[in-house]
Nanobody, 121 residues
Framework: QVQLVESGGGLVRPGGSLRLSCAASGRIAIISSMLWYRKAPGKQREWVAAVVSGGATNYDDSVKGRFAISIDQNKKTGYLQMNSLQPDDTAVYYC???????????????WGQGTQVTVSS
C-alpha cells in the first residue's frame, strides 16, 4: 500500500554534506513519524535520528549537531540533512516511516530500500 523511495546518497569528501530524501507514495493520511537507521560494513544496524509529526526530533549522540531530520507532510517526504560528514558515517542509510492510512486508525511501519553514503577522500 505504501512505498518508501530513498535518494540522495553518494560519495562525499570528509567535511562535506549530503541530504537524503525518503519519499512516500500510496494511501497516506499522515506520516506519524520517520526514523533513519544506518548499517556500516561489519557492524549492526544502528538508529540515527527520529522525527514525529509534531516536529519533535531526536538524534544519536554520534550525529547530534551535524544531522538534521525533518518531514514535509505536503510532499509526503522525509529528509536527513547530513553536514560535517566523516568516514565513520559511511553506511547504507535506511528510512522507516510510521504511516497512518486513515486518521484515527493505527499506523503501519514501512522501510525504504536503503541508499549508500560513502565518505572518503
Amino acid at each position: 500500500q505504501v512505498q518508501l523511495v530513498e535518494s540522495g546518497g553518494g560519495l562525499v569528501r570528509p567535511g562535506g554534506s549530503l541530504r537524503l530524501s525518503c519519499a512516500a507514495s500510496g494511501r497516506i493520511a499522515i506520516i506519524s513519524s520517520m526514523l533513519w537507521y544506518r548499517k556500516a560494513p561489519g557492524k549492526q544496524r544502528e538508529w540515527v535520528a527520529a522525527v514525529v509529526s509534531g516536529g519533535a526530533t531526536n538524534y544519536d549522540d554520534s550525529v547530534k549537531g551535524r544531522f538534521a531530520i525533518s518531514i514535509d507532510q505536503n510532499k509526503k517526504t522525509g529528509y536527513l540533512q547530513m553536514n560535517s560528514l566523516q568516514p565513520d558515517d559511511t553506511a547504507v542509510y535506511y528510512c522507516k516511516a510510521a504511516i497512518r492510512h486513515t486518521l484515527g486508525r493505527p499506523t503501519n511501519d514501512y522501510w525504504g530500500q536503503g541508499t549508500q553514503v560513502t565518505v572518503s577522500s
